[in-house]
């Protein structure tokens, strides 16, 4: 994925496939704002990447 400019819904969606499940995306979401820094969070603690473009 080499798209700089995602948008937070298709982190969401990107997470999704990533096999994060949406209960766990509407939690973090819940608790910490659907933002990109929450994406991005969500991204980290999956992958260990800090940004969708490294994917």
Do not use: A, H, P
């Not at 982190?11 to 820094?37: A, F, P």
């Amino acid at each position: 994925m080499t798209n700089t400019n995602l948008t937070i819904n298709e982190m969401w969606d990107t997470l999704l496939d990533l096999g994060v499940s949406e209960q766990t995306l509407q939690v973090v979401t819940d608790i910490n704002g659907y933002n990109e820094q929450s994406m991005k969070d969500i991204l980290y603690s999956v992958t260990g990447y800090r940004d969708f473009n490294q994917l």
